[in-house]
């Protein structure tokens, strides 16, 4: 779009500041404060009007075109991890046991740098007709944080038509841009599994119920429901992650937990494969003359990319970083709240390739700074171009 900039080099320096001065100070989900504080002082130094929301942590912040018109939001989350960090950096964290390990202080520095590009064509004497939202979320990595945004009733007050965000990749190539309509990301329901049997003699185990066994044939028939319940077209994953039972090597206790999770790309093969959890573990248990208690909760819904919105962004990558950079966007089985915003209004989530060697949530992880004012680039394009497309 003409009114966005071309690259500039204070800008991108003041990028790379912000989002080390974040890594060197993460903040968990929910406790935001200084991270919230950081951005306010931002977006206050380059004159963007933050919005008076009752939000302990995170930031809503507008950049209002000359001309009225409709509003699209751009979201950016905040929170760090509960990781150690092992990078080595000079701007490591600082804080022990904290760390930002999936590259929020990159999305937060992206999403400054695109409100400042959104400012700056504001304006100018071409401005824009409507307005950009500018969600800085807090509480992503515990799935509450687009809830709370969404709670605010800003999105019906603004009246947005879509929303935009982002995810760094580490595992696509440094440079590329990488747009999908339909699911990207997978559903994240969790499961607690409570086998009842009978307790006994490890050297007598006629007289028991062994929930240890039976939890046992429970984590390998999971997996049947992935390779012959599950159409192979459909992409799922049953994991547990968690298998506690007994006290001492010779005694068959009167319980085994199982805790897991339940991942999927497509609503109907969610619903399908809950079902069949269900009638499987209880099957099983009585199977074996045990008894069972179990938990399920639906945590998030899949992200579903709008076609409309996503060829928005598709058409801004291609501006901003070339068709050679813009790539087909691979779904992965990784849940994401955004997807709660997408439940309300049209929006699409794509990627940022950072070619980095570890993956999200690894102590080593990092980010390739390069790709922040593209980021920010491509973010207000997009904006941009939906603005104009709706005006």
């Known amino acids: 779009m003409s009114q966005v900039s071309a690259a500039t080099e204070s800008l991108q320096e003041q990028l790379v500041r912000f989002r080390r001065k974040l890594h060197e100070h993460p903040e968990l989900s929910l406790e935001e404060f200084e991270t919230t504080q950081h951005i306010r002082d931002f977006l206050g130094h380059h004159g963007i009007e933050i919005l008076d ?33 092992t990078t080595g950096l000079s701007y490591a964290s600082q804080v022990s046991g904290k760390m930002h390990a999936c590259g929020h202080d990159f999305h937060t520095a ?66 590329t841009i990488g747009v999908k309509s339909g699911p990207l990301m997978g559903s994240v329901d969790e499961f607690r599994i409570v086998v009842h049997g009978v307790g006994g003699h490890a050297a007598i185990p006629e007289l028991t119920v062994d929930p240890i066994v039976i939890a046992s044939q429970i984590v390998s028939g999971l997996q049947h429901l992935v390779s012959r319940v599950i159409s192979p077209h459909d992409q799922v994953v049953v994991t547990v992650g968690k298998f506690q039972a007994g006290t001492a090597r010779n005694i ?96 699409c989530f794509f990627w940022v390739g950072t070619g980095k060697p570890y993956g999200w949530h690894h102590p080593s992880f990092d980010v390739d700074e390069s790709m922040l004012q593209t980021t920010s680039q491509v973010f207000v394009t997009a904006a941009l171009a939906w603005l104009q497309q709706h005006a």
């Open 110 to 175: 992206a999403g400054l740098g695109a409100a400042v590009l959104a400012k700056e064509a504001a304006d100018s004497e071409e401005s824009f007709a409507g307005s950009i939202l500018f969600v800085y979320q807090p509480a992503e990595e515990v799935g509450q944080g687009a809830k709370i945004i969404v709670d605010t009733g800003v999105f019906e007050d603004l009246h947005v038509g879509a929303i935009i965000g982002e995810h760094n990749n580490p595992l696509q190539a440094l440079g």
């Open 252 to 347: 068959i206790p009167m319980e085994a937990v199982l805790e897991g999770t339940i991942r999927s790309l497509q609503p109907a093969a969610r619903a399908k494969v809950e079902e069949h959890f269900r009638t499987f573990v209880e099957q099983t248990v009585a199977a074996y003359g045990g008894k069972v208690s179990f938990e399920f909760e639906r945590i998030l819904p899949s992200v579903q990319n709008d076609e409309a919105t996503s060829e928005v962004v598709r058409a801004a990558a291609l501006q901003v970083v070339g068709a050679e950079r813009v790539v087909e966007a691979s779904p992965t089985l990784g849940g994401e709240d955004f997807a709660l915003y997408q439940q309300h209004l049209p929006g």
């Open 53 to 85: 929301y009752p939000l302990p942590t995170g930031v809503l912040a507008i950049v209002r075109g000359r001309r009225p018109g409709p509003c699209v939001a751009v979201r950016a989350d905040i929170d760090a991890l509960p990781i150690v960090e």
